[in-house]
């Protein structure tokens, strides 16, 4: 993976793939709509997982998109849920998204291995965060930064919440 950081304080980093695939990373304490910056994690992560597949569609856009096709699953946040309905949507046969309402380390492992991207919802406080593999390594795309990912500490912190639990492996078609 190559890391790139750029001047853009929305957008700090620009990362390519091993395969060539190029993610720019969003930061979301950065953006001015109140909603993403406060309540966009799901989203940004639904962003970096599309870009993930090869499809650019701003966080701004999937808001919106959300609130007029998924209103069911806009609480106080997008909920995972409603991420895989995004990504299947918009995905338009480059991406499958499949929602799962457990999160497990060894399911985690097993989509990583695959070479699927994994969005899955953190506890205290509740956050999405967005996981893609290069090569034989987890990346984990967070807070405007990359770092390797520790997939059986991640899981841990996986929230239980009935309304936000789960996660979503993201599959390239």
């Not at 999405?128 to 990346?139: F, L």
């Amino acid at each position: 993976m190559k890391i790139i950081k750029t001047k853009d304080k929305k957008y700090p980093l620009k990362i390519v793939l091993d395969n060539g695939t190029k993610i720019t990373v969003p930061k979301q304490s950065k953006f001015s709509n109140t909603f993403l910056r406060k309540h966009g994690c799901s989203l940004m992560a639904e962003y970096v997982a599309l870009q993930f597949c090869g499809i650019h569609k701003w966080p701004i856009d999937l808001y919106k998109w959300h609130k007029k096709h998924t209103k069911g699953d806009v609480k106080s946040k997008v909920t995972v849920r409603g991420v895989a309905k995004g990504i299947d949507a918009l995905g338009k046969g480059k991406a499958d998204a499949t929602y799962y309402r457990e999160v497990s380390a060894s399911r985690m492992k097993e989509a990583l291995s695959k070479g699927q991207a994994v969005i899955m919802e953190q506890k205290n406080p509740i956050h999405s965060i967005c996981v893609i593999p290069d090569g034989d390594t987890p990346w984990l795309v967070n807070y405007g930064g990359v770092k390797k990912a520790d997939i059986d500490k991640l899981a841990k912190t996986a929230t239980t919440n009935k309304t936000y639990r789960g996660m979503v492996t993201v599959k390239r078609r």
